[in-house]
């Protein structure tokens, strides 16, 4: 996608690696209990040296003139996107030390709360709610916007993006993970017209909005 002004003073363009000290502060700011953003071995910027190269998924942000305040990964070749899972991730003995290395004692209590428990019943979620046939998903995989920014519309504006784009790439349909507790991106999704297609306590909420793509 090329630049675009949503609003006074504030642009929505494609992520760059210029933006990768962004994308880590804004992670870290919003979400504090997840070892990816908050450990001191470095497994997040490796995150985000993989998805800015990546061709399976495009990464779109929104600058005032403070800065970048809100980004959004959105995946468009899950296939691909699977394939590069270590290279994103980690190995499992990575993700261990990371845990680790972890300072923030909300990460331990989310661990300690959740567990293995989380991660099997997001697994189930996702693979119960699948790609149907004939259909080419495109997957919401991350949004985050900086605290002081909420409350604005942003996640709305990264969102519509999101469909944009995904249209232009003849996707059928896209679909969102959103973690049950969080009620304000749940309600976010619903208010553009996603419909809920799964739900579990410990894995969160999928969502699922089928598009209308052009034909010719």
């Not at 099997?120 to 002081?148: H, K, T, Y």
Request: glycine share 6%; with cysteine; proline share 3%.
């Amino acid at each position: 996608m090329n630049q675009t002004q949503t609003r006074m003073d504030v642009t929505l363009r494609p992520a760059s690696t210029a933006d990768l000290e962004d994308l880590l502060s804004i992670s870290r700011s919003c979400f504090p209990d997840h070892f990816r953003w908050q450990s001191r071995y470095l497994i997040g910027r490796k995150y985000w040296k993989v998805v800015l190269q990546s061709k399976a998924s495009q990464t779109l942000v929104l600058q005032d003139r403070t800065g970048v305040f809100a980004f959004g990964v959105l995946v468009l070749d899950l296939m691909m996107w699977e394939s590069e899972r270590e290279q994103r991730n980690g190995t499992a003995l990575t993700k261990m030390f990371a845990v680790l290395c972890c300072p923030v004692p909300a990460v331990w209590t989310k661990l300690l709360k959740h567990g293995v428990l989380r991660l099997v019943d997001r697994r189930q979620l996702l693979r119960g709610a699948g790609p149907r046939s004939g259909e080419r998903p495109a997957w919401a995989e991350l949004l985050a916007v900086l605290p002081r920014m909420h409350r604005q519309g942003f996640g709305a504006v990264l969102m519509s993006a999101f469909e944009r784009e995904a249209v232009a790439s003849q996707r059928s349909v896209i679909e969102a993970h959103v973690d049950f507790e969080n009620t304000s991106s749940r309600r976010m999704c619903e208010r553009q017209g996603f419909t809920l297609v799964s739900s579990g306590r410990r894995g969160g909420c999928l969502y699922r909005k089928s598009l209308l793509l052009c034909s010719g």
